[in-house]
């Protein structure tokens, strides 16, 4: 079993930053894909980005390309998402997720394992 925690979310401005952890327990997720998902009000859970486990893949949502990185340290069990430049569109609960086996996917039914989730508010 592993355990996600989220952290680092709250209310930013228009054009600024934010970054996002999550701490992986329980068993090892070193050899996992990890990626972080959003779900805004009303609306479905979107992919947002993932991260291979030796961190030589990335993947990003065309709207957060440029503007997110997402980058992992296994010594931590921790994969981090760096967030600038940000958009009122950006707004939503943000998950990270663990994929055991397998490639990096957009699609969340293939992920393992979630966070509770921690909430990005941006303010025009």
């Known amino acids: 079993q592993v355990q996600l925690v989220e952290s680092g979310g709250g209310l930013v401005q228009a054009g600024g930053s934010l970054r996002l952890s999550c701490v992986a327990s329980g068993r090892t997720f070193s050899h996992s894909l990890m990626a972080w998902f959003r779900q805004a009000p009303g609306k479905e859970r979107e992919f947002v980005t993932a991260?291979?486990?030796?961190?030589?893949?990335?993947y990003y949502a065309d709207s957060v390309k440029g503007r997110f990185t997402i980058s992992r340290d296994n010594a931590k069990n921790t994969v981090y998402l760096q967030m600038n430049s940000l958009k009122p569109e950006d707004t939503a609960v943000y998950y990270c997720?663990?994929?055991?086996?397998?490639?990096?996917?957009?699609?969340?039914?293939?992920?393992?394992?979630w966070g509770q989730g921690t909430q990005v508010t941006v303010s025009s």
């Open positions: 997720a663990v994929r055991r086996i397998g490639t990096i996917a957009p699609n969340r039914a293939v992920y393992d394992y």
């Open positions: 991260i291979s486990w030796s961190s030589e893949s990335t």
